[in-house]
């Protein structure tokens, strides 16, 4: 099987808060221990100011890159069937040069894939903590992260950089941590989510919490919430494409391919591609997190650190940053990623802004591995002529 460009990796695990540490959160908990996960590719330099953080989007991990040699041991079999989720982008000569850059990518808290979540055990109980598990934010992801740079021995990063979620994560370590970030990339992202986004995220947590094997989240030694989390992956799916990229892969195509069958099952090809995503994500996917991350990512709003006003907000800032949106994205429309371009851009920091036209809808960014590949690996090399 061929390993990928970074070849096989192996997944690394750090406790970055116990009893003595405990990591404080946005909510006014503080939680411990924390576990984290996260997979490094290249090589940190001697003077460590080489390392690129990548933060990964919603249902995404620690493993971006290269092909997984612990699957089996994690019990995470569809690892074996593919290479990590930006394998296109990382890698020797790939715009995530391992050749040149110290590559590193951690697991979010609250996740199901080996950073501290729900599922783990809840040290006052000897039992998962379900829905006893804290409120997390964006702002809670980042601080986690600066304790694992730290404990790297990294100081400050030659860049952040994520989609979607991811790309609110960039922005937060550029507003949290000015001192620290060199570059941020902010791709298929904006300072927050709409109303719209947090319409449909709040249907697909109700998909959860009504499936009647939700029991208030204690399903862990039980039948999970599989329908419920089926559903809320179905509709999230429907945010990721376009009108036009669905129209061009399933149309009105029946599935039979003779017409209506006249029945309430599934009749139409866009209704089984729906279907087989729901189905297939309730096999690597915990319902708990996908609550708890979909949470953090409504909360989400930049501009805090303005009182409200990005603009305020976007002084802070210290970092070049590259914002790239997409055309047909409709989760996070191009236009309030441009918003946030000019908001730097009046605050005189250094910003470039480029919208890609792409019929991929919000997958663009894992999708335009070429426009995508030419404009980071040039903002990257551009950091020299600074």
Not at 265 to 281: A, K
Not at 300 to 322: K, V
Not at 325 to 347: G, Q, V
Not at 358 to 365: M, R, V
Request: charged content about 25%.
């Amino acid at each position: 099987m061929d390993a990928g460009n970074v070849g096989w990796t192996v997944p690394r695990k750090v406790r970055l808060a116990d009893i003595n540490n405990p990591l404080p959160l946005d909510c006014g908990k503080k939680i411990t221990p924390v576990e984290v996960e996260y997979e490094t590719y290249g090589k940190l330099n001697d003077t460590r100011d080489n390392a690129i953080l990548i933060l990964h989007a919603l249902s995404g991990d620690a493993h971006a890159a290269g092909r997984s040699t612990k699957a089996d041991e994690m019990n995470r079999p569809w690892l074996k069937d593919r290479p990590g989720w930006w394998d296109r982008m990382i890698g020797p000569g790939k715009a995530f040069d391992t050749n040149i850059y110290f590559i590193i990518c951690s697991n979010i808290l609250g996740s199901c894939y080996g950073t501290t979540g729900p599922a783990d055990t809840n040290p006052d109980t000897g039992r998962p903590y379900g829905l006893a598990f804290p409120v997390v934010t964006v702002g809670d992801w980042v601080r986690l992260q600066e304790r694992l740079i730290s404990h790297l021995g990294i100081k400050r990063l030659r860049a952040v950089a994520g989609g979607s979620l991811g790309g609110q994560q960039a922005l937060e370590w550029a507003l949290a941590y000015p001192d620290r970030v060199e570059s941020a990339i902010v791709i298929a992202s904006s300072t927050r989510l709409s109303a719209q986004g947090l319409a449909f995220n709040a249907v697909a947590r109700h998909a959860i919490t009504t499936d009647p094997n939700f029991r208030k989240g204690n399903y862990y030694n039980d039948a999970a919430p599989d329908r419920g989390l089926a559903v809320a992956r179905m509709l999230a799916h429907i945010t990721y494409l376009s009108e036009i990229s669905m129209s061009r892969k399933f149309g009105r195509r029946y599935r039979n391919g003779d017409g209506p069958g006249f029945h309430l099952g599934t009749d139409f090809e866009v209704e089984g591609y729906l279907q087989h995503q729901g189905n297939s994500f309730v096999d690597r996917f915990d319902a708990n997190s996908y609550l708890y991350i979909t949470r953090a990512m409504d909360y989400y709003d930049a501009s805090s650190w303005g009182d409200g006003d990005i603009n305020q907000a976007c002084r802070r800032i210290e970092s070049r940053m590259l914002l790239v949106s997409f055309s047909s994205d409709w989760l996070y429309p191009p236009e309030e990623t441009k918003e946030l371009a000019i908001a730097l851009s009046r605050c005189g920091k250094h910003v470039s802004y480029a919208n890609i036209q792409s019929s991929y809808g919000h997958d663009a960014f894992l999708l335009e591995v070429e426009n995508l590949s030419r404009l980071v690996r040039g903002f990257l090399k551009a950091r020299g002529a600074q």
